[in-house]
């Protein structure tokens, strides 16, 4: 079975940094795309960025590209989203997923984690 | 602004078909698949429809997309409570080089 498992809720001051994980487990890691989803609360998803673990090729959002880093260990099947200094802006539930590919472009996120819930006060 | 917008919420009786549009523009929905996902309260979302109008495993023939030019809709026939979730469009957008999300939608039985 193809699961995404995430690190658990954090409580941050502004100015920390974080990093939080995705577990994969169920499929060959290297082979598929991982993305982040930010939700803040009670509004829709935005996508944050995507890495490809074959090769560590990554893509940003474009709001979100210098605010994050994605990264994975292949070794642990693991992805990583980290903030080197976060904002109460950056409070909000973050989602990672399996990208699946058609014809070789991205073509949806079948798989979803749990979600890490980040609280940062000010 | 959002590239893709979506109604806030939509409502129903039991029984009944509910439509719910997402309409994008020529750099997104005119030119690349779009997705649909369920979300129900305090949990993930879930693929729901793929491909425009491919269902996910397990997902009831209930539910269905479609897509028009620059716009695409979900629609959930036979509508029952446990539907009572939000519903959100995907789709990559050429201009901004990334996936884009509706804003989500409400669907209420009543």
């Known amino acids: 079975e193809v699961q995404l498992v995430q690190s658990g809720a954090e409580v941050k001051k502004a100015g920390e940094p974080l990093r939080i994980s995705c577990k994969a487990s169920?499929?060959?890691?290297?082979?598929?795309?991982i993305a982040w989803v930010r939700q803040m609360p009670g509004k829709g998803l935005e996508w944050m960025g995507i890495?490809?673990?074959?090769?560590?090729?990554?893509r940003y959002s474009l709001s979100f590209e210098g605010q994050v880093a994605i990264s994975v260990d292949t070794s642990t099947t693991t992805a990583y989203l980290q903030w080197n200094s976060l904002q109460s802006s950056d409070s909000g539930m973050y989602y990672c997923?399996?990208?699946?590919?058609?014809?070789?472009?991205?073509?949806?996120?079948?798989?979803w984690g749990q979600g890490t819930n980040v609280d940062v006060s000010s | 602004q959002s590239l893709v917008t979506q109604p806030a919420s939509v409502s129903a009786t039991p029984g009944q078909r509910v439509t719910i549009p997402c309409s994008g523009s020529?750099?997104?929905?005119?030119?690349?698949?779009v997705c649909w996902y369920q979300q129900f309260p305090g949990t993930a979302p879930k693929l729901l429809i793929y491909?425009?109008?491919q269902r996910s495993s397990g997902v009831p023939d209930r539910f269905s997309g479609s897509k028009s030019g620059t716009s695409a809709s979900l629609a959930i026939s036979g509508l029952r409570s446990e539907d009572e979730a939000d519903y959100h469009c995907?789709?990559?957008?050429?201009?901004?080089?990334?996936?884009?999300f509706g804003g989500g939608t409400k669907v209420t039985v009543l």
């Open positions: 995907a789709v990559w957008d050429d201009s901004v080089r990334g996936w884009v």
């Open positions: 020529s750099s997104n929905i005119g030119i690349h698949f």
């Open positions: 491909r425009n109008d």
């Open positions: 997923a399996r990208v699946s590919l058609y014809w070789g472009d991205l073509d949806r996120l079948d798989t």
């Open positions: 890495i490809y673990p074959g090769d560590t090729e990554t």
């Open positions: 169920g499929y060959t890691f290297t082979s598929y795309w």
